[in-house]
């Protein structure tokens, strides 16, 4: 048999109300009352500590030492070279200009300019009247003179400047009128312009023509005509007394003139 419980009464649900609400009551306040220091003690939950791994560097490398450079040595002492005056000259090929067999002059003459040429132009057509040709020309033919880089197997003598009034025979110019009248300026030629140019002109012992330089001209143009004129042509080269060609400096005047 199932036994039926009975129904509570009146007076029983009361006295349960009353001791069930203010249970109810201070289990919410006991939650309640927890909820906050639950929450700050997850709160104050202190971060992981921070790990610092301190590494030491290596030093860094030492700077490189400095390498002492050797002291230079001295220069050698070079001798003065003499003082005579060395211009280059090239070697003159086996047909070089002709010399004369002449006899040495018994003495020196004195030194003085040195006119050796001049021409004559006439305005009355293409005809031209020349005047004095050039310097005397040797009478009897010539042998070839030996190459210069013959004589000279190591190193070339230093050049010998000798003063015309010392040399046993002074340098003779081929005949330089036609070249003295190509070198003509076109333009003193047309206005009727005569006049002179005159150079100092060093002579080689090969006879070629070292420097030049116009120590005066009349009309301008006159001096580089003169110039070109004078390189135009070997030159007999100028002898010592010792029949050894050497240079000498002479003074040489181109004579520029035209007839009506």
Known sequence: ???????????????????????????HVVVFAWMPSASRSTASVPPPPLVLEV????PPPPPPKAVEEPEPAPAPTVAAAPARTALPSKAAPASAAPTAHEAPASAPASEAPMDFTSTVFSNDGPGLALGGGGGSRAAAPA??????????????????????????????APGLDLELERQYPAEARRSGISGTAVLRVRILPDGRIGEVRVQSES????????????????????????GAPVATDITYTCRFEVRS
Do not use: H, K, N, Y
Request: contains cysteine; glycine residues 8%.
């Open 219 to 242: 009309w301008v143009g006159f001096g580089p005509a003169c110039e070109r004129t004078v390189r135009g042509a070997r030159w007999e080269p100028p002898i010592d007394q010792d």
């Open 55 to 58: 590494v030491d560097l290596p």
């Open 143 to 172: 042998a070839s003179a030996p190459p210069v880089a013959a004589r000279a197997v190591a190193a070339p003598p230093p050049l010998r400047v000798v003063p015309p009034s010392s040399l046993a025979r002074r340098p003779r």
């Open 1 to 27: 048999m199932i036994a039926l419980a009975a129904p509570w009464s009146e007076g029983e649900r009361g006295g349960l109300l009353r001791w069930i609400l203010p249970a109810s009551v201070a289990l």
